[in-house]
C-alpha cells in the first residue's frame, strides 16, 4: 500500500484501518515494512484504538525522510483483553512530495495458550476455564496469561505492584541522587522510554520511569527500595519484573539484595546499553538466610536519551518480614585511625630510624631506598614494594592522595568521582569488555587483578592520581617498568609523573587507544632522593575507555653501596670512592652520583 497525493491542502491525512481483532496474547508482537523517502514527506504514526477507551495509544512513528529504503518496524503488542483495531496515520502539514508505503505486515505468537487434557507437575499452572497449562512462574505476575484471569486470582497484593495507584509498598531511596517517576503514555523526550505501560499496553496504563534529562547528569542514580522479607532458603523466592531500556545513551539498570540498611547490597542481576523500545521480563530467584530487602538502581547515561521504565514487579513464594521495621546497620569505624605499634627502647634522634626489632639507629635517607638495613626490613615495611602485581588485591604501598583527602572530610561523596580501582576480567559488565582489559597482565586470565581508572565515573578531563610513598633515595640505573591497557573510542592520557616537595615533573606520557592488548612501558628514573612516582590517568570525553596498569617494578633502584674495600680490576673508581663496573664508563649515565665516571678528563 502506498499514499497517492490528491492534492496541496493543507493538513492533509491519509488513514488506513486494520479490521477488529478480539484479544492477544502475553508474547504478541506486529512486525511490518515501511518506507518513508522524499523531501517533505512528512511523518506517520501507528495508532492503537482500543474499544471503550477514548484516546488512542501511539504503537510507533516515523519522522521525516528514512531515505530510499524499506526499513522494519518491529511492536510489541502484549496482552490486550479487548477488541480493540489499529490505525496507519500519515499525516501532512502542508506540500507533500515524496512516497509512503507499507508492506508485509505479520502477527506473531498472538493467540492463547491452547487448552490441554491434563497439567502435571509443581512447575505448571492449569488455568480454571481456558484449561491452558502455563509455567507456575507466571502465576501472580500481574500479566493475565490465562485469558481467564485464573493465574492471577487469589494473589497478595502485597506482594505485587502494577503502579496503578502509585506505588504500593514499594519506597523512593533518599540516599540516591533523584526519584523514580509514576506516569501515563510517552515519557517527555522523544526516541526514548516507553510509548506505553506494560500492564494495559495502551495510555491510560501507569507505570514509573527514571527521567535522564537536564538536571540529571552521568552516573546519577534513582533507587527504588521493595519491603522487607523474611529470609528465604533455596531460592524459593523469586523477584519478577518488566524493564524498558531504550534510547541511544541508556546507561545502566541494576538489582540488588541486601541485609543491612546502610548498604547497597551485592548485585543479583544489570543490563547495560539500548535494549531497543520494548518491555522485557526478568526473572530473578533470590535465597537468603537473613531479612533481606531488593534495591532497583537506575544510572543515568552521558546524555537525555536515556530514560528507562520498569512495570508489574511482582514476588512469588516470598513472605513479608513482620519483625522489626528496618534492617540492622554496619557498625563502622572512623577511617585513617590506627594504633601506633609500640617501639623498642632506643638512643635514636629525630634525624634516625628507629628499627622495630632491634632498636637499632639507621639514617633517615636510608628508609624507603629499596634496601633494607634493618633486620627485621621494617625501613623498608611501609614503602612501595619493588614489585607490584596487584594479586590479592594488594595494592603494594601505592594509594590515592586525593580520595584520602576527601575522605577525611566526610560531607564529599567518593562514590561518583574519577578514581583508580582494582579490577578483573571476571567482574566486567558486558558493555565493558570493549573497552576494559578481559585479562590481567601477571597470569593472563580473568581471574587476575589489574589497576584501572574507572571511566564510568567523572567527568571529561578530570585525573585520578595513584601515587607511592615518598622514596627517599634512588641508584643512578634506577628505571620504572609497567605494563598499560589503553583501548575505547574516547580513551584519555597517562602520565607518569615525578614530584618532589616543591616541584612536579612529567617523565612519561601516552594518549588514545593504544588497542585490546597490554603494552610494556618503561621509565627511566635514576639518582633521585626524597621524592614521589605518580600514575595519572585524564579522563576522555565518555566512559567508553579505561587506562589500566598492572606489573609495575622499580629495577635496579637501590642506591650505592660504599663497601669499603678497595675497587677490583673490573670496576673503577669513584671520585666519592664508590666502585661500578668499567662498562659504565662514559656512557651518558650518571653512575658515580657525583659525574666522575662522565668527567671529559676521564
Known amino acids: 500500500m502506498f499514499i497517492l497525493k490528491s492534492s496541496n491542502s493543507i493538513s492533509q491525512r491519509a488513514q488506513l484501518r486494520s479490521p477488529k481483532?478480539?484479544?492477544?496474547?502475553?508474547n504478541c508482537t506486529l512486525s511490518f515494512w515501511y518506507y518513508n523517502y522524499g523531501q517533505s514527506v512528512g511523518a506517520g504514526e501507528l495508532q492503537l484504538l482500543v474499544d471503550g477507551l477514548e484516546q488512542p495509544t501511539v504503537l510507533w512513528r516515523t519522522y521525516y525522510n528514512e531515505g530510499n529504503q524499506?526499513?522494519?518496524?518491529?511492536?510489541?503488542?502484549?496482552?490486550?483483553?479487548h477488541p480493540f483495531q489499529f490505525s496507519l496515520d500519515k499525516i501532512s502539514l502542508g506540500f507533500y512530495d515524496g512516497v509512503s508505503a507499507i508492506d508485509d505486515i505479520r502477527f506473531e505468537n498472538c493467540a492463547l495458550s491452547p487448552p490441554t487434557l491434563s497439567c502435571e507437575g509443581p512447575n505448571h499452572f492449569w488455568c480454571r476455564e481456558t484449561h491452558a497449562c502455563i509455567d507456575s512462574l507466571l502465576v501472580c505476575d500481574l500479566v493475565d496469561d490465562c485469558g481467564d484471569g485464573s493465574d492471577e486470582d487469589n494473589c497478595n497484593p502485597d506482594l505485587q505492584c502494577n503502579f496503578e495507584n502509585g506505588l504500593c509498598n514499594w519506597e523512593q531511596s533518599i540516599k540516591d541522587d533523584f526519584d523514580w517517576i509514576r506516569i501515563q503514555g510517552s515519557t517527555p523526550t522523544v526516541n526514548t522510554g516507553p510509548l506505553k505501560d506494560h500492564t494495559t499496553g495502551t495510555v491510560r496504563g501507569h507505570y514509573i520511569y527514571m527521567e535522564s534529562s537536564e538536571p540529571r547528569q552521568f552516573q546519577d542514580k534513582a533507587v527504588l527500595l521493595s519491603p522487607l522479607f523474611s529470609p528465604s532458603s533455596n531460592g524459593t523466592c523469586v523477584f519478577r519484573f518488566h524493564y524498558?531500556?531504550?534510547?541511544?545513551?541508556?546507561?545502566?539498570?541494576?538489582?540488588?539484595?541486601r541485609t543491612v540498611s546502610n548498604a547497597r547490597g551485592w548485585p543479583l542481576?544489570?543490563?547495560f546499553g539500548n535494549q531497543e523500545n520494548r518491555w522485557i521480563r526478568q526473572t530473578l530467584h533470590i535465597s537468603s538466610s537473613k531479612p533481606f530487602q531488593i534495591l532497583v538502581e537506575g544510572t543515568v547515561g552521558d546524555g537525555f536519551t536515556g530514560d528507562i521504565g520498569l512495570d508489574d514487579m511482582s514476588f512469588l513464594g516470598c513472605t513479608l518480614y513482620n519483625g522489626k521495621r528496618n534492617l540492622p546497620t554496619i557498625s563502622t569505624t572512623t577511617p585513617g585511625t590506627s594504633v601506633p605499634a609500640t617501639l623498642p627502647l632506643n638512643n635514636c634522634t629525630e634525624k634516625e630510624f628507629v628499627c622495630?626489632?632491634?632498636?637499632?639507629?639507621?639514617?633517615?635517607?636510608q628508609k624507603c631506598d629499596f634496601r633494607p638495613d634493618c633486620s627485621d626490613k621494617s625501613d623498608e615495611s611501609d614503602c612501595v614494594m619493588e614489585v607490584c602485581d596487584f594479586e590479592d588485591k594488594n595494592q603494594c604501598g601505592w594509594h590515592q592522595p586525593s580520595l584520602e583527602q576527601m575522605t577525611r572530610s566526610y560531607s564529599i561523596r567518593t562514590t561518583n568521582i574519577f578514581k583508580w580501582k582494582l579490577g578483573r576480567g571476571a567482574n566486567l559488565y558486558p558493555e565493558q569488555e570493549q573497552h576494559s582489559p578481559l585479562?590481567?597482565?601477571?597470569?593472563?586470565?580473568e581471574e587476575g587483578w589489574y589497576l584501572?581508572?574507572?571511566?564510568?565515573?567523572?567527568?571529561?578531563g578530570h585525573t585520578a592520581d595513584?601515587?607511592?610513598?615518598?622514596i627517599s633515595l634512588t641508584g643512578p640505573r634506577c628505571k620504572l617498568t609497567f605494563w598499560n591497557h589503553m583501548n575505547g573510542s574516547t580513551i584519555g592520557s597517562l602520565e607518569v609523573l615525578c614530584k618532589t616537595s616543591n616541584r612536579t615533573s612529567k617523565l612519561w606520557t601516552q594518549s588514545g587507544s593504544q588497542g585490546a592488548q597490554w603494552n610494556r612501558a618503561e621509565v627511566f628514573l635514576g639518582i633521585r632522593s626524597n621524592f614521589q612516582v605518580i600514575f595519572r590517568a585524564k579522563r576522555g570525553v565518555s566512559y567508553m575507555g579505561d587506562v589500566a596498569v598492572d606489573d609495575i617494578t622499580f629495577e635496579d633502584c637501590s642506591p650505592l653501596l660504599i663497601s669499603g674495600k678497595p675497587c677490583t680490576s673490573e670496576e673503577f673508581t669513584c671520585a666519592n670512592k664508590y666502585c661500578i663496573p668499567k662498562n659504565n664508563l662514559c656512557d651518558f649515565v650518571n653512575d658515580c652520583a657525583d659525574n666522575s665516571d662522565e668527567n671529559p678528563t676521564t
Open 21 to 26: 481483532f478480539r484479544q492477544t496474547g502475553t
Open 452 to 460: 584501572f581508572a574507572d571511566s564510568s565515573n567523572g567527568e571529561f
Open 466 to 470: 595513584f601515587a607511592t610513598p615518598v
Open 70 to 81: 524499506w526499513l522494519k518496524a518491529v511492536i510489541q503488542l502484549g496482552r490486550l483483553p
Open 244 to 257: 524498558h531500556m531504550f534510547g541511544k545513551q541508556v546507561y545502566k539498570l541494576s538489582v540488588f539484595q
Open 356 to 365: 622495630r626489632a632491634s632498636g637499632h639507629c639507621i639514617q633517615l635517607t
Open 269 to 271: 542481576w544489570y543490563k
Open 439 to 445: 585479562i590481567d597482565h601477571t597470569t593472563f586470565t
